[in-house]
């Protein structure tokens, strides 16, 4: 069955630093790959969409990587800040438009 | 614009009680969504509606059932609730912005409890 594997313990980083996070899939061929923000007892927000013929996605300090090789996405937020500390989540979506979630990765920043 | 809109915000339930959780969403989208959130598990899709009038079944749709009542509003039932239905349930709504691609927008969520 399809699996989408993101860290599931938390990333500390300092203020200023580069945050990376991982996604990786297996049983699956998505079309696209979506990035989620989630905050403390509210919904996710969508950030950033990438597709299976990008190799990369860019928005301000957030970057985006999709390797359909290594099935894996890397999602960086450079010069990290204590509002980015939220829990980010990966969904790839196949062609058939429903997204598949994985369980998250909690990023906490400290000043 | 409110966006998507859920109600309760949270819900103490006892086992073999029901209850509906209700959906609105104001942005004239097509699609809604249906998900619970448990710790350690991710988002999981209970039902989906692509359009008004169509329902189907998700990864879990067990003990539930929805209904599309109009384009803006996506209900979902728990005929009797099980302990193992205490979870963070969200409701999403989407926007098609290419061919395949969709982008959710989700609801604030409604914490359910059930003894």
């Known amino acids: 069955s399809q699996k989408i594997e993101q860290n599931s313990e938390a990333l500390n980083i300092q203020e200023g630093k580069t945050a990376t996070l991982t996604c990786n899939y297996t049983n699956y061929s998505p079309a696209y790959l979506q990035w989620y923000r989630q905050d403390p007892g509210r919904g996710p927000v969508f950030l950033l969409l990438i597709r299976e013929n990008e190799k990369e996605k860019r928005k301000e300090r957030l970057k985006v990587t999709f390797d359909t090789t290594l099935k894996q996405s890397l999602f960086h937020i450079t010069a990290s800040q204590p509002a980015d500390s939220a829990t980010y989540l990966c969904a790839p979506q196949g062609r058939g438009g429903k997204l598949i979630f994985g369980q998250g990765t909690e990023l906490s920043v400290k000043p | 614009n409110a966006g998507v809109t859920q109600t309760p915000k949270f819900q103490v339930l006892k086992t073999g009680q029901s209850m509906t959780l209700q959906c609105a969403q104001d942005?004239?989208?097509?699609?809604m969504y249906w998900y619970r959130q448990d710790p350690g598990m991710g988002l999981r899709l209970i039902y989906y509606?692509?359009?008004?009038?169509?329902?189907d079944k998700g990864e879990v749709p067990n003990g539930y059932n929805v209904s599309r009542l109009n384009k803006r509003e996506f209900s979902l039932r728990l005929e009797s609730a099980a302990p193992s239905q205490t979870s963070v349930y969200f409701c999403a709504s989407s926007v098609r912005t290419g061919k395949y691609q969709e982008t959710q927008y989700f609801g604030p969520g409604t914490r359910l409890l059930v003894l």
């Open positions: 509606s692509a359009s008004e009038g169509t329902t």
């Open positions: 942005m004239n989208h097509n699609s």
